[in-house]
């Protein structure tokens, strides 16, 4: 599996962007235990789960601390996933990255675990200014 992250850039607080990712590889039933999900790197932070969405089901999950701003998508024939980010706030500021996770699993502790995402994009800076 391939992803290549797009879209990030600097907006000003209370602004929109919308990431895509790119994904390729996958083929045939290997779409039924596909999860496509972001990821989030501050500066001196650690690594965030934002969203993750399923290819299969459109079943997806966002994180508490964006919920309320940003929504994630896929689109099958154009093979991308979307994350929508509403009313950006400062702290929003991060490397975000597309991540896939092929797993039969699909509970909480599983889809929210970056380290069992075992493909991974190259990272978009998303730098929102107050």
């Known amino acids: 599996v391939q992803l290549q992250a797009s879209g990030g850039g600097l907006v000003q607080a209370g602004d929109s962007l919308r990431l895509s990712c790119a994904v390729s590889g996958p083929s045939g039933r290997i779409f039924d235990w596909l999860y496509v999900g972001w990821f989030r790197q501050a500066p001196g932070k650690e690594r965030e789960f934002v969203a993750t969405i399923s290819w299969r089901a459109d079943s997806f999950y966002l994180s508490n601390s964006v919920r309320e701003r940003f929504t994630i998508s896929r689109d099958t024939a154009q093979n991308k996933v979307y994350l929508q980010m509403n009313d950006l706030k400062s702290e929003d500021t991060a490397v975000y990255y597309c991540?896939?996770?092929?797993?039969?699993?699909?509970?909480?502790?599983?889809?929210?675990?970056?380290?069992?995402?075992?493909?991974w994009g190259q990272g978009t800076q998303v730098t929102v200014s107050s």
């Open positions: 991540a896939a996770l092929l797993t039969p699993t699909e509970t909480m502790d599983v889809l929210t675990d970056g380290q069992l995402y075992g493909y």
